[in-house]
């Protein structure tokens, strides 16, 4: 069975300080990977995914990711943080076919200092 | 930009009551999907839908869940006998196909 870990349960940054959040996962071949951001009270919007290719995928609101196969991690990355990139961040793993389930990392909760 | 919407944003039931949670998918995407997260939580899998039946269902999808597509644009969970353990956020997730699934805002059920 699939799984996904997400090491850091919080993690807090400055405002323009670069940024890492770490997602290691198990699977026997290369899953489909993604990165989502959860607001409060909002739903699941998707920063970036990686399905082949490029192992750097570059996403929405400056966030870029770059998959290892070496590792089985999936880390996500922003150069310099603002102060409204404070959520919580989960990563998600499917098999690599259509229209199979998500499985969540436990997400990391991101606050940002002024 | 199109969107997944889900109805209501927020319910409230007795435990062993009846609810039915709706979801508008995006028009053109041929799979449907419901996760839920307890609070505190992560999200978890419930059930995938394709082509009028379930493809996949996770163990929490017991016979008290049920999903139905009753017409061209809704999907809907039903929770027949609800328990005090079913309180969650629930989403509603479509794909086109592979993979990338797009999310509804969420119902926050709560069983009194």
């Known amino acids: 069975a699939q799984s996904v870990t997400q090491p850091d349960i919080h993690i807090t940054v400055s405002e323009g300080a670069s940024l890492e959040l770490r997602c290691n996962y198990s699977?026997?071949?290369?899953?489909?990977l993604f990165w989502y951001v959860q607001s409060p009270g909002q739903g699941l919007q998707l920063l970036l995914k990686y399905f082949s290719g490029d192992t750097l995928v570059q996403g929405i609101k400056g966030f870029e990711a770059e998959f290892k196969r070496s590792q089985s991690s999936f880390n996500l990355r922003k150069p310099s943080v603002h102060w409204s990139d404070a959520a919580e961040y989960f990563c998600a793993v499917a098999p690599g076919n259509a229209g199979n389930m998500l499985t969540f990392g436990g997400g990391t909760r991101l606050m940002v200092k002024p | 930009e199109p969107e997944v919407t889900q109805t209501p944003s927020h319910q409230v039931t007795q435990m062993g009551q009846e609810v039915i949670l709706r979801c508008v998918p995006i028009?053109?995407?041929?799979?449907f999907y419901w996760y839920r997260q307890i609070l505190g939580q992560k999200v978890e899998f419930l059930v995938s839908f394709y082509n009028n039946e379930i493809s996949e269902k996770s163990e929490i999808f017991d016979d008290q869940f049920s999903v139905e597509r009753p017409d061209g644009s809704n999907f809907t969970l039903k929770i027949r006998s609800t328990k005090l353990e079913d309180s969650a956020m629930y989403f509603c997730?479509?794909?086109?196909?592979?993979?990338?699934?797009?999310f509804g805002p969420g119902t926050r059920l709560t069983v009194l």
């Open positions: 699977y026997g071949a290369t899953p489909y």
């Open positions: 997730a479509s794909s086109e196909i592979a993979g990338e699934q797009f």
């Open positions: 028009s053109n995407h041929l799979y």
